[in-house]
C-alpha cells in the first residue's frame, strides 16, 4: 500500500499567520494613492454599501485593495520579474523580456480601421491642397529583432505598414523602416520604454524632411544627456530589474529662438519640460504631459509653416523640426475635441504630416474621427 504524503502539520498556520500580518500592516499603514514604480493608481478602499454588500463588489475590491496596498508590494513586484526571467519565461503582459532591453509585442492590428483613417487622410489632403506627409513608426520588436528572447516570435505587423502606404493616395508615404533597421545595433529604442530615443527620432525626422524637400544636416545638432535613470512604460508593466535608460535632448548650434504656447494658452521659451526628469515619466522631459494643441512660433527664417498631427512618438522629434519652420501647430487628436477650423483658420499651412505609432494608428480611431468630421462639412456636395 502507497504511503500517503504528509504535509508540514505548521505550514497553513504559518501562512495565515503572515497573512493575518499583512492584512493588519496594510490597515495600519497609510493607504497609498499611487505606484511610481508601476506608474498607476492603487486601490483605496471599498464600496460598504448593501449593494455592494450583496452584489459581492465590496470583496472584489477588498481583494484589489489588499493586493494594492500590500507591504513590500515594490519588492514583490521586482521579485516576480526576476524568478520570470531566470526560469526562462519569454512574455511578461505583452511585453518581451528581451536581450537587455524589454520590448513590447505590437498591437493586434484593425485593417478596416487603418483604411478608413487613410481614407480619411487621403479626402484631408484633397480638401486643403497641401503637401502632406505620413510616417508611421515601428517599434523595437519589428526594427531589432536580434533583442527578442530564444524562439520568441513578435507580431508581424509588416502588412499594417504596407496597407497604408500603398494606399495613400495624394499624401506621400514616409517609410523610415528600412532606415532605423540600417542602425538597429544603435541606441534608436529605449530599454525600458516602446518609445524611439532621440536617436531613433533624428533618423526618423531627417528623412520625413527630406521629403519635404528640406536637407537637414545631423552635424548641426548636438544630443545633451540629461538623465541616466529613465525607467519606462514597459518596466512599469514588467517590474524589471537591472535596466535603465539614458534621455539626451537634441540642440541645434543654429537653433532659432521661439515661443511655445501650451493647450491652456500659457507661454514658455523651451519645448523642454525639465521637472519632469524629477519624476517617474521622464519621457515628458519631451513636450510635458500629452496635450491637445500645441504652437511654436520660431524666428527661423524661412516661410514654410508645419501642421503636425501625432501621438507622443512625435514629441522627442520635435527638437529636429524647429529651425526649418516659421511655425509648428501640433494636434493630438487623441486629446482634441474642438472644431479643427480654429486650428486650420489661425495659419496659412504649407505643409502637413501626421507622426504615428503603428500601434496607435492601427487601434485608436480618434485621428480618422476629427478628419472625417471636418471634411463632411468641407466636401463639396456632388451636383
Not at 256 to 266: E, K
Not at 269 to 276: F, G, H, L, V
Request: charged share 20%.
Amino acid at each position: 500500500m502507497k504511503k500517503k504524503k504528509r504535509t508540514n502539520p505548521y505550514l497553513v498556520p504559518s501562512m495565515s499567520v503572515l497573512l493575518a500580518g499583512m492584512l493588519v500592516l496594510s490597515l495600519i499603514e497609510p493607504d497609498r494613492s499611487f505606484s511610481d514604480v508601476e506608474n498607476r493608481s492603487l486601490a483605496r478602499g471599498a464600496d460598504w454599501s448593501l449593494n455592494a454588500l450583496q452584489t459581492g463588489k465590496t470583496g472584489d475590491e477588498m481583494n484589489t485593495w489588499f493586493t494594492d496596498q500590500i507591504p513590500g508590494r515594490n519588492t514583490f513586484f521586482h521579485a516576480n520579474y526576476l524568478i520570470r526571467k531566470l526560469s526562462g519565461q519569454r512574455e511578461l503582459n505583452s511585453v518581451f523580456l528581451g536581450k537587455g532591453a524589454l520590448l513590447a509585442n505590437p498591437e493586434e492590428a484593425n485593417e478596416d480601421l487603418i483604411r478608413s483613417s487613410v481614407d480619411a487622410i487621403n479626402q484631408f489632403s484633397s480638401l486643403q491642397g497641401i503637401p502632406c506627409y505620413v510616417l508611421t513608426a515601428p517599434s523595437a520588436a519589428t526594427i531589432q529583432p536580434q533583442k527578442l528572447p530564444l524562439d520568441a516570435q513578435a507580431r508581424d505587423v509588416n502588412p499594417s505598414f504596407d496597407l497604408i502606404y500603398s494606399s495613400l493616395n495624394g499624401p506621400a508615404g514616409v517609410d523610415v523602416r528600412s532606415g532605423l533597421s540600417d542602425q538597429k545595433n544603435e541606441y534608436i529604442y529605449y530599454r525600458t520604454d516602446h518609445h524611439w530615443t532621440s536617436l531613433g527620432a533624428a533618423i526618423a525626422s531627417i528623412q520625413l524632411l527630406n521629403s519635404m524637400g528640406i536637407a537637414p544636416n545631423p552635424e548641426d545638432f548636438d544630443r545633451m544627456p540629461v538623465s541616466d535613470t529613465f525607467e519606462g512604460t514597459l518596466a512599469s508593466k514588467t517590474g524589471s530589474v537591472g535596466l535603465e535608460d539614458r534621455i539626451e535632448i537634441a540642440v541645434s548650434k543654429n537653433n532659432p529662438g521661439y515661443i511655445v504656447t501650451w493647450a491652456d494658452g500659457t507661454q514658455s521659451s523651451s519645448i523642454y519640460n525639465k521637472d519632469a526628469l524629477k519624476t517617474k515619466d521622464q519621457y515628458q522631459v519631451f513636450l510635458g504631459a500629452n496635450q491637445s494643441r500645441i504652437r511654436i512660433d520660431t524666428d527661423a527664417q524661412t516661410d514654410r509653416t508645419l501642421l503636425l498631427f501625432k501621438d507622443s512618438y512625435a514629441n522627442s522629434m520635435i527638437q529636429y523640426l524647429l529651425p526649418y519652420f516659421s511655425s509648428i501647430t501640433i494636434i493630438d487628436p487623441r486629446y482634441y475635441y474642438d472644431d479643427l477650423d480654429l486650428v486650420l483658420g489661425s495659419d496659412l499651412y504649407t505643409d502637413c504630416a501626421f507622426v504615428y505609432s503603428i500601434d496607435t494608428f492601427s487601434t485608436i480611431p480618434s485621428l480618422k474621427d476629427l478628419l472625417n468630421s471636418w471634411n463632411e462639412k468641407h466636401v463639396t456636395p456632388e451636383a
